[in-house]
């Protein structure tokens, strides 16, 4: 059984900065986390999910537009954990935030594991 479960999101003011971090546990996954890509989505009320940002198992780095250069997601091997750094947050940053896994190596087609989601809310 694949578990992912985030931390760290919360309250913070326009401007301000959260780190979620998505640790990765279950038998077999764990072993091969490095072999994966993970990636990390987002859900506003209401809306559908998107894409927030991905890290291939090489380390290569895909961002949503709307995140560019204010967002770093990172990951640690060793640790099995995956990390979204996030400055410069704005009010539309507001949503429910989730960590995935891909079953390739590449930030590619669907995630086949998901994380429960962690909050986060922005107020101006």
């Known amino acids: 059984q694949v578990q992912l479960v985030e931390s760290g999101g919360g309250f913070v003011q326009a401007g301000g900065s959260l780190r979620l971090s998505c640790a990765v546990s279950?038998?077999?996954?764990?072993?091969?986390?490095?072999?994966?890509?993970m990636g990390w989505f987002r859900q506003a009320p209401g809306k559908e999910r998107n894409f927030v940002a991905g890290?291939?198992?090489?380390?290569?780095?895909s961002y949503a537009d709307f995140v560019k250069d204010r967002f770093t997601i990172s990951r640690d091997n060793a640790k099995n954990t995956v990390s979204l750094e996030m400055n410069s947050l704005k009010p539309e940053d507001t949503a429910d935030y989730y960590c995935?896994?891909?079953?390739?190596?590449?930030?590619?087609?669907?995630?086949?594991?998901w994380g429960q989601g962690t909050q986060v809310t922005v107020s101006l």
């Open positions: 890290i291939s198992e090489s380390g290569s780095t």
């Open positions: 995935a896994a891909y079953p390739y190596t590449a930030v590619a087609g669907t995630p086949n594991y």
């Open positions: 279950g038998r077999t996954f764990s072993r091969t986390f490095s072999r994966y890509a």
